[in-house]
């Protein structure tokens, strides 16, 4: 079945990102000349989506208002003769049928999720994690929509991390298939040094089937007394085909200040007017 919605989990209280994200929304930062939320939207229209659901909480509208028209704002630019920046405002308004959800209590990844079930409906359907964001030539969830179809699989994005770092994550156990795909068997989340299966660790795409709902409903709380959507994949992929894509792409965890800074450098230096900026300001540098 093709794969038409895409959640994008976006209710999170973004507790790395204080003092700034106690009034902005982590998912509203910009990246060079737009917010992180409009690329991972981007990226799932890109891969062929057609219907996007995002959670949000009540201090967030934000969101809605960025991707709604702006009649006043609109007038404005007309009277000034900008009209492709009328253009531009209008085209993020139609990139996607969108509606937004609220995750009234923050339970856990699993339980974001687990709100979009009427929605849904009873078909697959992809997430993208709303703080993590991807460059890469082909869509990341363009790339595990590929391989979920192609093996009639639940998928799941994933990169090798190092075992040093694998306690950030979950753990893999799985099995290789061809070329990047493997077959998932079980996984943990934030595993302790002794519990560590392999060093992939899903970084923030995947395509999901409806079952997921049900296992996600009667799942206890998991790792630091939340509903895990880890946990619940673990049960899955002992119901249902699963496979892990190793993804082509570089991910920036725009939930962290670090990672936020890598992505605003690296989008930056591709950005026509921001990359000579850039250039400029470290040359300066090289020189003092």
């Given at each position: ?36 939320l ?67 209590q ?49 998928a799941?994005?994933?990169q ?44 923030g ?28 994949l ?55």
């Amino acid at each position: 079945m093709k794969i038409r919605k895409a959640v994008i989990p976006a209710a999170g209280l973004g507790s790395r990102m204080l003092p700034a994200a106690k009034t902005v929304p982590k998912e509203m930062f910009p990246v060079a000349d737009r917010p992180v939320l409009h690329y991972i939207v981007q990226e799932a229209v890109d891969a062929g989506i057609e219907e996007i659901i995002i959670l949000t909480n009540r201090c967030k509208t934000v969101m809605h208002d960025y991707f709604d028209y702006t009649p006043e704002l609109e007038e404005k630019l007309r009277a000034a003769g900008k009209h492709a920046e009328v253009a531009e405002l209008r085209a993020i308004a139609d990139m996607a049928d969108i509606t937004f959800v609220r995750q009234k209590q923050t339970l856990g990844l699993g339980h974001a999720v687990w709100c979009t079930r009427r929605i849904v409906g009873n078909e697959p359907f992809a997430v993208l994690l709303g703080d993590d964001l991807m460059r890469s030539k082909t869509p990341v969830i363009g790339q595990l929509i590929s391989a979920s179809e192609g093996f009639g699989a639940a998928a799941v994005g994933v990169q090798a991390v190092p075992r040093s770092e694998i306690g950030k994550y979950c753990s893999l156990d799985v099995t290789h298939r061809e070329g990047n795909v493997y077959d998932v068997h079980g996984m943990v989340e934030k595993p302790r040094p002794e519990q560590i299966l392999s060093n992939f660790a899903i970084l923030g795409r995947y395509v999901l089937t409806p079952r997921i709902f049900e296992i996600l409903e009667n799942l206890p709380a998991g790792h630091g007394g939340e509903i895990q959507l880890t946990d619940g994949l673990n049960a899955l992929c002992r119901e249902e085909p699963m496979v892990a894509v190793d993804f082509e792409g570089e991910r920036h965890d725009t939930g962290s200040l670090e990672g936020y800074f890598r992505a605003m450098l690296h989008f930056s230096a591709e950005h026509p007017r921001l990359a000579p900026v850039l250039a400029e300001f470290l040359a300066g540098r090289d020189k003092k």
